[in-house]
């Protein structure tokens, strides 16, 4: 089945600093990428997600890399504020992230500092 | 339009013995599904259902069962409980037919086992 490795598990930037945040994987046939952001006691929450037929996509300070030949594929966010504070989860699927479900990496817990 | 439902928030079992954490949804999604939630180990598939009539196991299925009751609930069982279930378990459901690969998840449900 699938792997996902994410990392770092920890990251701390300071406040309008960037923070990237990187994940592998090993199905080459995994075609479905988002990313989920769980603030301390909350549900996971999409935020950001690509697909295979695309390189990079963005969204107002969030954007996200692929490398389908790589096998990798990151998560940029820019100008960060305290409310980035949160741990964020980079997924892959075979398919829309259907029936097979995602399979996540462990997680990145990211700290803005003031 | 409540979105992901799950109960309950919060339960403490003893060893060995059972109950049922139960999930709605009412978004017409085709696709429901159970996952656990570690500290260090993201989330990790327990079982899914494709759809109303189907159940599939996941990563980690050993000690639980699933029903899909109908297309709006999705129920997960433990028959005999142990420590190593103690876990924060969240219950997600994507529309398949949109297309968009998007979970969505339930506020979670911690369970402790002692």
Redesign the interface.
Known sequence: ?ENVE?HP?TLSVQEGDSAVIKCTYSDSASN?F?W?KQELG?????II?IRSNVGEKKDQRIAVTLNKTAKHFSLHITETQPEDSAVY?CAA?RG????????????THLIIQP | NAGVTQTPKFQVLKTGQSMTLQCAQDMNHN?M?WYRQDP??????IY?S??EGTT?K??VPNGYNVSRLNKREFSLRLESAAPSQTSVY?CAS?G?HL?????F????SRLTVL
Not at chain 2, 99 to 103: A, I, K, P, Q, V
Not at chain 2, 105 to 108: L, M, S, Y
């Open positions: 089945g994410q598990s479905y988002p989920y909350k549900r996971p929450q999409l997600d989860f699927s829309g992230g259907g029936a097979d479900g995602l399979t996540f990496g462990k997680g | 696709s599904y260090g180990m993201g989330l990790r598939l899914y494709a759809s599939d996941g990563e969240f994507s398949i297309n968009t690969g998007e979970l998840f339930g506020e979670g």
